[in-house]
């Protein structure tokens, strides 16, 4: 079954520390990624996707993404997180031949230490 | 211009009830999905409409059903709900599904709470 996972689950890191987070997704052939946020008391809220062309992918508030397919993974990234970027952010893509079904990671929470 | 509104944002039943969740969908977006997301899960997608019929369905019980109106909002009903039902309850709207990789954008849930 097609699936998106996450790597960390949690993370915790100091203001101005650069962030990286893991997502990878199991399947071939045309591919639609998403990156959403939760912010604390907030709903879940579009950082980025990436349809197609240039596999890096820039998003609001300073994020990026890169898609490597060969590698199946689309890292969320930032070069220095602010505590304001405390969240729960989520890897999502539609599900192969079903356009309207968003699967999603579990999740990674981050925090980020004033 | 609105965005997807929910309701309502909190909730309480017991074992067996039924409850009924409603969704606004962003203004000209004509498509609504809905998405339980579990503690410390993912939403996990239940099912989609579009023109007043369900599209698309993920790996739920028949206790979940739904509803499209004429003017695209939508609600969600559950029945003869189970303690494992408790969680928060997304709706997201979208424009020309038919897209892939059309953006959902997603309102701020209901908390269902299954005593």
């Known amino acids: 079954a097609q699936s998106v996972s996450q790597h960390n689950h949690h993370v915790i890191l100091s203001e101005a520390a650069s962030l990286e987070l893991g997502c990878n997704y199991s399947?071939?052939?045309?591919?639609?990624l998403f990156w959403y946020v939760q912010y604390p008391g907030q709903h879940l809220q579009l950082l980025l996707k990436y349809f197609s062309g240039d596999p890096l992918v820039k998003g609001i508030k300073g994020f990026e993404a890169e898609f490597i397919k060969s590698k199946f993974s689309f890292n969320l990234r930032k070069p220095s997180v602010q505590w304001s970027d405390t969240a729960e952010y989520f890897c999502?893509?539609?599900?192969?031949?079903?356009?309207?079904?968003?699967?999603f990671g579990q999740g990674t929470t981050l925090q980020v230490k004033p | 211009d609105a965005g997807v509104t929910q309701s309502p944002t909190h909730l309480i039943k017991t074992r067996g009830q039924q409850v009924t969740l409603r969704c606004s969908p962003k203004?000209?977006?004509?498509?609504v999905s809905w998405y339980q997301q579990a503690l410390g899960q993912g939403p996990q997608f239940i099912f989609q409409y579009y023109e007043e019929e369900e599209r698309q369905r993920g790996n739920f019980p028949d206790r979940f059903s739904g509803h499209q109106f004429p003017n695209y909002s939508s609600e969600l009903n559950v029945n003869a709900l189970l303690l494992g039902d408790s969680a928060l309850y997304l709706c997201a709207s979208s424009l020309a599904t038919r897209a892939i990789g059309e953006t959902q954008y997603f309102g701020p849930g209901t908390r269902l709470l299954v005593l």
């Open positions: 999502a893509a539609p599900a192969t031949g079903n356009t309207g079904k968003l699967i």
């Open positions: 203004s000209g977006h004509d498509t």
């Open positions: 399947y071939g052939g045309t591919v639609n």
